[in-house]
């Protein structure tokens, strides 16, 4: 079992920036592919990006590429989302996801059906 709990959203102007955090428990982090997902009001929730254990293969959503940045460390067993340039559009509520890389495989890892945890959310809102 893996418990994730995010942290860092707020309310922020457009043209800022936050950084997200999620924090998992157990001691087998390192082997899970982790992923951020983001639901707005009324929306689909959408697949942000996701980061593999080792930190060489990394996805992001073509339109938060250049914008975001995901990174991880293992050792404090926590998955980051820098977000920067930030728009009114990307106000959501952002998920951290994980599933164990040798489940995945292969696969992208973009689709929230690939992911088996999920923290509880944690809301960004951006003001014009």
């Known amino acids: 079992q893996v418990q994730l709990v995010e942290s860092g959203g707020g309310l922020v102007q457009a043209g800022g920036s936050l950084r997200l955090s999620c924090a998992a428990s157990?001691?087998?982090?390192?082997?899970?592919?982790m992923g951020w997902f983001r639901q707005a009001p009324g929306k689909e929730r959408e697949f942000v990006a996701r980061?593999?254990?080792?930190?060489?293969?990394?996805y992001y959503s073509e339109s938060m590429k250049g914008r975001f940045t995901i990174s991880r460390d293992n050792a404090k067993n926590t998955v980051y989302l820098q977000m920067n340039s930030l728009k009114v559009e990307d106000t959501a509520t952002y998920y951290c996801?994980?599933?164990?890389?040798?489940?995945?495989?292969?696969?992208?890892?973009?689709?929230?059906?690939?992911?088996?945890?999920w923290g509880q959310g944690t809301q960004v809102t951006v003001s014009s």
């Open positions: 157990g001691r087998t982090f390192s082997s899970y592919v």
């Open positions: 980061i593999n254990w080792t930190s060489r293969s990394i």
């Open positions: 996801a994980a599933v164990n890389q040798a489940k995945l495989a292969y696969g992208s890892g973009t689709a929230m059906t690939s992911y088996d945890y």
